[in-house]
């Protein structure tokens, strides 16, 4: 989710991530590039019954 008023409104419409398989997913961590874009890093399982792997997203903020 996002926030553009400091955390006292959060906008959940945006995925950096969707795993249709199980929704454990966590502890993400993000960090911002030097070309503007941002590197999240998180864990999430591939398949059912699977073990947790450590994934990564790339991703950029826009105005649309």
Not at 11 to 30: A, C, E, T
Not at 35 to 43: N, P, R
Request: aromatic share 14%; hydrophobic share 35%.
């Amino acid at each position: 989710m996002f926030s553009v008023d400091h955390g006292k409104t959060w906008d959940p419409g945006y995925d950096i991530y969707v795993n249709r398989v199980n929704s454990d997913l966590g502890y993400p961590s993000s960090v911002e590039l030097d070309d503007g874009s941002i590197l999240t890093v998180f864990y999430a399982h591939l398949g059912e019954n699977e073990p947790a792997v450590i994934m990564q997203q790339k991703w950029r903020f826009t105005n649309e």
